[in-house]
Nanobody, 123 residues
Framework: VQLQASGGGLVQAGGSLRLSCAAS????????MSWFRQAPGKEREFVSM????????IYADSVKGRFAISRDNAKTTMYLQMNALEPADTAVYYC?????????????????WGQGTLVTVSS
């Protein structure tokens, strides 16, 4: 199973970007997929998770109210709509799947990872 992340780029503060993560199979249609991000010199941090069957989602406090996670009807692609972007949002964004156990914000709980897409927010 492969995850393909895309949609990153350079944007000014206050702008918007939409990230996509496509799974090569419908393996995760009844489980959860997540977004993480990693800024230079920092640890990878949880951004958001969506349960692909129900569409229910959770967010990190730092992005709540600005970011929105969603998925397509085929439940093979996940999106992250990022609005009101701030320089602090600059990072490589990774999609993750194959969550096992507890603690959706724990990167070690995920088996599959996309290659990452760079988001740069200028001030």
């Amino acid at each position: 199973v492969q995850l393909q992340a895309s949609g990153g780029g350079l944007v000014q503060a206050g702008g918007s970007l939409r990230l996509s993560c496509a799974a090569s199979k419908r393996t995760f249609s009844n489980s959860a997929m997540s977004w993480f991000r990693q800024a230079p010199g920092k640890e990878r941090e949880f951004v958001s998770m969506i349960w692909m069957s129900s569409g229910n989602s959770i967010y990190a406090d730092s992005v709540k109210g600005r970011f929105a996670i969603s998925r397509d009807n085929a439940k093979t692609t996940m999106y992250l709509q990022m609005n009101a972007l701030e320089p602090a949002d600059t990072a490589v964004y990774y999609c993750a799947a194959g969550f096992v156990g507890e603690g959706p914000n724990n990167a070690t709980r995920y088996t599959y990872w996309g290659q990452g897409t760079l988001v740069t927010v200028s001030s």
